[in-house]
């Protein structure tokens, strides 16, 4: 066999290989965006008024257990779907925590990849965590207007070191989280979970 017939070979295996190889490699992720830094996270929520419902998911460590406060306006009534329909007082509170979210910024992006949201905090509460990464679970926040369509739906991690009042958070496009991490300034302050920071107290 000459030399040319042999590097044609060699060459053919070579480019078979290759092909197998790229064939075998992960598909990239579908959840990954273009980098948003500078944007508005949640364009299509321009008035807090028209927040009628307001969910909250956090895993308490200190409990040790998954928490969740649902609050929603039906037929003109606010209540507590989370705590059996209890009368609420959140006409102005869930103003107040919807507003704080309204024109949030990406301020620079964090990551891309799905392996590292435990590093920033921003794991899903909504989802089954292990034991070891439940001191990495995010709050989950979702609003949405009086037909049901979300208009703000994050999960909220760990604060950014050294500067007060930026946090990393997730963002969904549409009902799906993305991989992408940002820094964004945040105020949780005003997305509390207590039950009693929104009742009705003449109830009591």
Do not use: C
């Not at 989950?140 to 958070?169: H, N, S, Y």
């Amino acid at each position: 066999m000459n030399e040319n017939i042999k590097t044609l070979i060699f060459g053919g295996v070579g480019l078979v290989l290759a092909g197998l190889a790229y064939a075998t490699l992960p598909a990239p992720s579908t959840n990954v965006v273009e980098d948003r830094t500078g944007q508005v996270l949640f364009e299509n929520f321009a008035d807090p008024a028209k927040a009628a419902s307001l969910e909250i998911v956090r895993y308490d460590t200190d409990k040790n257990k998954t928490e969740s406060l649902k609050v929603e306006k039906t037929g003109g009534i606010w209540s507590l779907p989370s705590h059996g329909n209890y009368p609420a007082d959140a006409q102005d509170q869930l103003k107040d925590a919807a507003g704080s979210l309204l024109g949030v910024k990406a301020l620079g992006l964090a990551t891309e990849f799905s392996e590292e949201h435990h590093m920033f905090g921003v794991l899903d509460p909504s989802q089954k965590i292990d034991d070891a990464q439940k001191k990495d679970v995010g709050m989950l926040v979702v609003v949405r207007d009086g037909k049901g369509d979300e208009l703000a739906r994050l999960i909220i991690g760990k604060p950014v070191k050294d500067t007060p009042g930026q946090r990393f958070v997730r963002v969904a496009e549409g009902s799906t989280f993305t991989d992408d991490v940002y820094v964004a300034k945040v105020d949780i302050e005003k997305l509390p979970t207590d039950f009693n920071k929104w009742i009705e107290r003449d109830l009591l």
